[in-house]
DNA sequence: CGAGCCGCTGCAACCGGTTGCATATCGGGG
DNA sequence: CCCCGATATGCAACCGGTTGCAGCGGCTCG
């Protein structure tokens, strides 16, 4: 219920093709909101229908004509109408709790190498969100209003890698107890 | 496409009917992989089909039967191969990133109480999973091999929880400044 | 005595999202 | 020369999950 509304906040930013906003989507909002690029059009059309977003088709040469989107003053209406009613909080879903249950009952091996994988993907997340600071918020106590949110976001990605991170090294604790760090 | 796992490790575990499965899914598991009873009777029935769990009417009186569902030996073959697949990491939804996000479209105010609120859920759910940790698992470093998924699962709990905290505790700094703690 | 909840199972409709495929043009590399 | 990747949009089938509803016996509470 929500993927028209990142849509939204993303056009509000900037207008956009369905292409564009698929790009966007896997660089910066979509690391907290996956889209397909098919999904990213079917919403569109459906915006479209409710008047949130008007297409503005411009041609181009050498390449295919896009559709570039605006948000229209209904839409800007529902994002902020949206903002207003309370957010419901999303379930948690982690396939790594339901393989730690499954210990007694699989291969521990795997399992561990299951754990020092995901570890290695936070640690990569991680390094990004910590570039992505470093370079588009040289200065967190300086950043302009309009800069907030996205710093904000970035944080909660921070935090949550960091997280991801910790726990894993919990786990691989307790999985292969005389291994040290380096090993890990 | 692993909800069929988590029943499977539950009914590993002990085995159930779909009733239970359900109230066992809102105590613990469920924690970490949501499923309604319909979603449970649904996966139930596909199971069967597949062999993985046998059914076994149990007449109750004064109560309807029930269907207590036994995991067969495929079922476990195929609990121990899921082990052994690697996991995909599922992606992150935060509707509250995308609020974030729409700070400058929207009701800063609405935002900031839908954070607090966020937060109070965050500090309740630590107190459960705190209260859990202290009445199943009064010794963590002498968990037994069953417990020990369990007590890790329990600690990805708490650490996310405090988690969400800090980040929420981050961003009513930014958004209420001159709000000390006691006031969020 | 009736209302409503608990235990227990299930169907049907819908809906968001994924997977796979189609199409068209341009430029570059094998 | 042909294939591939980038740009650009979109349809069709499927699938997991949610929502809403239904049935039925027994218990408790007013």
């Given at each position: 219920m929500a993927l028209e509304h990142a849509i939204l906040v993303s056009l509000a930013e900037r207008s956009a093709s369905g292409y564009d906003l698929a790009r966007r989507f896997d660089a910066s909002i979509g690391h907290f909101w996956k889209a397909s690029h098919q999904q990213i059009y079917k919403v569109l059309g459906r915006m479209e229908t409710a008047g949130w977003v008007t297409p503005d088709v411009v041609a181009q040469d050498g390449r295919p004509d896009k559709k570039v989107y605006v948000v229209t003053a209904a839409g800007r209406d529902e994002l902020a109408a949206w903002t207003s009613r309370p957010s419901t909080v999303e379930p948690t879903r982690s396939e790594l709790a339901v393989k730690l249950r499954a210990l007694p009952f699989g291969d521990t091996a795997a399992i561990t190498d299951d754990v020092r994988a995901r570890r290695r993907a936070h640690e990569q997340q991680l390094a990004y969100y910590l570039e992505s600071a470093a370079r588009f918020y040289p200065r967190p106590d300086d950043v302009t209003a309009d800069e907030l949110g996205g710093w904000l976001v970035l944080r909660g990605g921070i935090l949550a890698e960091q997280t991801g991170i910790a726990w894993c090294d919990e786990i691989l604790q307790r999985l292969?107890?005389?291994?040290d760090d380096a090993d890990r």
């Open positions: 292969v107890p005389e291994a």
